[in-house]
């Protein structure tokens, strides 16, 4: 089993930044280094949508197009910790923002959300 | 982006019937190997989302067998045999075939 924890969240003006992150941690001889991770977050009241992925070694990371070019996503192989860069916010940013893992199959290492974390509540409100 | 599109929104059961959720794609989820890219999820209130089903058919581990996932291509169900209390919440499908992922819009299952 895996536990990820997120934090940072909170409440922040049109136009300025956050950091999030997410520890991970598991069974004995968990390696967080060999998961693909992802953000996904919920507006208050809705569904959920995908906002960003990095890969295992960090080397690659995506975005959704809503938060590209706003967000930087990083992780900290050593720290166990994925980050969650939010900047230029938007009053449609406000959400739960939840940590995941990929999971891991037969075909391939980036299969369905398989962990989340509880979440972190992100207000962006004047 | 791909449009996933659930129905019914809300689904009121009893303890013990069966219930039925329909997942439809707007485009084919259907790889060349073969697989579905579909997962179902379950969200339980004031949880986080937990995966249910993946790979169009596939338990995840520690899901009950009264779940079960079926179709291709653009049409998918998510089955429970029996549902249980515990089963209450709401349900999301999500492709992920295409980039981005992309979820349905849920459907909230109630206890009648």
């Known amino acids: 089993e895996v536990q990820l924890l997120e934090s940072g969240g909170g409440l922040v003006q049109p136009g300025g930044s956050l950091r999030l992150s997410c520890v991970a941690s598991g069974f004995p001889g968990f390696s967080f280094s060999t998961y693909h991770m992802s953000w996904v977050r919920q507006a208050p009241g809705e569904g959920l949508e995908w906002v960003s992925a990095i890969s295992d070694d960090g080397r690659s990371t995506y975005f959704a197009d809503p938060v590209k070019g706003r967000f930087v996503i990083s992780r900290d192989n050593f720290k166990n910790t994925l980050y969650l860069y939010m900047n230029s916010l938007r009053a449609d940013d406000t959400a739960v923002y939840y940590c995941a893992t990929y999971s891991t199959t037969l075909i391939s290492k980036w299969g369905a959300f398989d962990y989340w974390g509880q979440g972190t509540l992100v207000t962006v409100s004047s | 982006d791909v449009v996933m599109t659930q129905s019914p929104l809300s689904l009121p059961v009893t303890p013990g019937e069966p219930a039925s959720i329909s997942c439809r794609s707007s485009?084919?989820?259907?790889?060349?190997?073969?697989?579905?890219?579909l997962d179902w999820y379950l969200q339980k209130p004031g949880q986080s989302p937990q995966l249910l089903i993946y790979?169009?058919?596939n338990r995840a581990s520690g899901v009950p067998d009264r779940f079960s996932g079926s179709g291709s291509g653009t049409d998918f169900t998510l089955k429970i045999s029996r549902v249980e209390a515990e089963d209450i919440g709401v349900y999301f499908c999500m492709q992920a075939l295409h980039s981005p992922r992309t979820f349905g819009q849920g459907t909230k299952l109630e206890i009648k």
């Open positions: 790979l169009g058919s």
């Open positions: 485009q084919s989820l259907l790889n060349s190997n073969g697989y579905n890219y």
